[in-house]
C-alpha cells in the first residue's frame, strides 16, 4: 500500500450484531469506544431488520447483508433451526461479498475496507468469522457495564443519551414522568421479543391498575391485541406506550422499581442506574439473570408464578408493596444504589473497564500498524 495512503488509513471495525435490539445494543454502545479512540465503525445488519431500523446516527456508516428472509426476517422462516441454518449459510456468503466489496472500494476511497470484525451473532456466524481469522485472542478482559453514558453516569460524554439505533419508534414519556413523585412510577416492560400469554397480560393489567400506583408499561404494537379490552391505555395513573427510551426512564428520578423479564441489557441497565426489580423471567437466559438479580446482588425480588406458570395480580401486587413500601425494599434500593456506585467507578476514569479498554485498543490497534497488504 502507497505509504501516504498507509499513514492517512484509519482502522475500520465492522460491527456485526444478531439482528435484534438486545443485540445490537451493547455492540453499538462498545462501537462507541472504540470510536472514542478514533476508529471508524460499520454496523452491518440484515435486510430485513434495516427496513425496521429507525435512522442510523451520521458517524456510524451502516451496511447490509442477507439471512436469506428479507421479507420477514426469523418469522418468514418455518422455525428457528431453518432461520438460523439459513442465517449461517446465506450469512456467510452475503459478509464475503460484502467483505470484498469495502476491499474493492478502498482502492478509491481510502478508508472502507475492513481490518476488524466484532460479532455477537448468538451462533449463526461467529465460528464462521472465528474460522477465517488468523489471529485467535487468548487473553480475557471484562469490559463495561456499557450502557449510554449519560450526564450522570459518566460526565465524560455528555451527548451519549441512547442506543441510537432502534427497531421500534420510541413514543415520549419523560413529559408524563416529570410531575410524577419521586420513587413513585411502576415501569414494566418485556423487552423486545419476548410474547406474553393472554391471561399473563390481564393479570399484569389488573394488578397495576389494582396496585392504585403509577405505571408505566411498555407493551409492543404486536402485543397490543392482548391487552383487556376495558384497560385503558392512559389513565390519571397509568400509561402504555409502545416503545419508549428505556434508558432515559430507569434514569428517570420518578421511577420506584421495574417490572422486568430480566433480559441482560434491561438487568445491566437497571443495575448501573439504581434501579429495585421485579424478576418475571421468560426465556433463555433470563431465569438465570433472576436468580442474580434475587439472590446474589440482592436488588430485586421474584415475582412467583402459579402451577399454570402464571403470576397473578395479587402476587404482583404483594411485589410491589414489598419493593415501594417495605423495609426490604429499602434494603434492595441501597443494595441497587451501591451497585450503581460500582458502575460508575469501573467505566470511569482509572475504572477496571476504562482501564481494559484501554489496553484492548493497545492490543488491537497498536500505535504502528501493519495494515493489511
Ligand atoms: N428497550 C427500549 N425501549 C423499550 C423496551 C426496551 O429501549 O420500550 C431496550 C432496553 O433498553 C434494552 C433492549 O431494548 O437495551 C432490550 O434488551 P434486553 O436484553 O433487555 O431484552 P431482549 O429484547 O433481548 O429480550
Not at 419523560?174 to 410524577?180: H, P, S, T
Not at 391471561?199 to 404486536?222: C, H, P, T
Not at 432515559?248 to 428520578?253: I, P, W
Request: net charge neutral; proline share 4%.
Amino acid at each position: 500500500m502507497d505509504k501516504k495512503i498507509k499513514d492517512r488509513r484509519i482502522t475500520h471495525c465492522l460491527l456485526l450484531p444478531y439482528p435484534a435490539q438486545g443485540h445490537i445494543n451493547p455492540i453499538l454502545q462498545f462501537s462507541k469506544l472504540l470510536q472514542q479512540q478514533g476508529v471508524k465503525v460499520t454496523l452491518v445488519s440484515t435486510i430485513f431488520y434495516s427496513k425496521n431500523m429507525n435512522k442510523v446516527p451520521s458517524n456510524i456508516s451502516f451496511e447490509t447483508i442477507s439471512d436469506g428472509f428479507d421479507k420477514g426476517g426469523v418469522d418468514e422462516a418455518d422455525n428457528y433451526k431453518a432461520y438460523s441454518d439459513s442465517f449461517r449459510k446465506v450469512g456467510t456468503e452475503t459478509l464475503s461479498e460484502l467483505i470484498e466489496k469495502l476491499d474493492k472500494q478502498d482502492q478509491f476511497k481510502i478508508i472502507e475496507k475492513a481490518d476488524w470484525i466484532l460479532c455477537n451473532t448468538f451462533y449463526e456466524l461467529d465460528k464462521e468469522i472465528a474460522d477465517w481469522s488468523i489471529k485467535t485472542w487468548p487473553q480475557f478482559r471484562t469490559v463495561g457495564p456499557n450502557i449510554p453514558s449519560m450526564m450522570f453516569l459518566d460526565k465524560q460524554h455528555k451527548d451519549d443519551e441512547d442506543y441510537c439505533v432502534s427497531q421500534f419508534k420510541s413514543e415520549d414519556c419523560i413529559e408524563w414522568l416529570n410531575d410524577k413523585p419521586k420513587g413513585s412510577v411502576i415501569y414494566v416492560s418485556f423487552g423486545s421479543l419476548a410474547s406474553i400469554d393472554e391471561d399473563q397480560m390481564k393479570e399484569i393489567a389488573y394488578g397495576l391498575k389494582n396496585s392504585g400506583n403509577y405505571f408505566l408499561w411498555v407493551v409492543r404494537a404486536s402485543e397490543e391485541i392482548k391487552l383487556p379490552k376495558d384497560f385503558e391505555k392512559k389513565s390519571n395513573k397509568g400509561l402504555v406506550v409502545k416503545w419508549c427510551s428505556q434508558i432515559k426512564v430507569l434514569a428517570h428520578e420518578s421511577l420506584g422499581c421495574f417490572i422486568t423479564h430480566c433480559g441482560w441489557n434491561s438487568t445491566l441497565e437497571a443495575l448501573c442506574l439504581g434501579v429495585p426489580l421485579i424478576a418475571m423471567p421468560q426465556l433463555s437466559d433470563q431465569t438465570t439473570n433472576a436468580k442474580y438479580i434475587v439472590d446474589f446482588w440482592k436488588i430485586g425480588i421474584r415475582a412467583k408464578f402459579d402451577e399454570k406458570k402464571i403470576v397473578r395480580q395479587e402476587v404482583l401486587n404483594d411485589c410491589i408493596r414489598e419493593i415501594l413500601e417495605n423495609e426490604r425494599g429499602k434494603e434492595i434500593k441501597n443494595n441497587a444504589m451501591q451497585l450503581k456506585n460500582l458502575a460508575m467507578k469501573a467505566i470511569n476514569e482509572g475504572g477496571s473497564s476504562h482501564k481494559n479498554i484501554k489496553e484492548f485498543m493497545n492490543d488491537l490497534f497498536p500505535l504502528e500498524p501493519t495494515w493489511p497488504a
